[in-house]
């Protein structure tokens, strides 16, 4: 059974920067494409950032591009998500998730295609 855990949400200001991590136990994430999404209040869930089981592909929503940047290590088993010059808009519940349908992929943007899922984690961004 997969488990992902992320952690490093939290409360900021508009220009500030947060770094989100993921942990992956219970199979090993390096083989496996990595996702990001964010689901605001009263929206859908949308696609934040992908990384590829190699680290190099990456792909992100144009509304963080330049903004955000999704890293993986795959000895520790771990995807991050550095968000810089954060937004009111960024404000979200941040998901993590694992595509084990297509090791060996490259960065997947739709969601339906990842298999596990983390619980979230919460960001707020104020103006």
């Known amino acids: 059974q997969v488990q992902l855990v992320e952690s490093g949400g939290g409360l900021v200001q508009a220009g500030d920067s947060l770094r989100l991590s993921c942990a992956a136990s219970?199979?090993?994430?390096?083989?496996?494409?990595m996702g990001w999404f964010r689901q605001a209040p009263g929206k859908e869930r949308e696609f934040v950032a992908g990384v590829g089981y190699s680290g190099d592909s990456t792909g992100y929503a144009d509304s963080v591009k330049g903004r955000f940047t999704i890293s993986r290590d795959n000895a520790k088993n771990t995807v991050n998500l550095q968000m810089n010059s954060l937004k009111p808009e960024d404000t979200a519940v941040y998901y993590c998730a694992m595509a084990t349908s297509f090791p060996y992929g490259v960065y997947i943007r739709t969601q339906g295609e990842y298999t596990y899922w983390g619980q979230g984690a919460q960001v707020t961004v104020s103006s």
């Open positions: 219970g199979r090993t994430s390096r083989n496996y494409p």
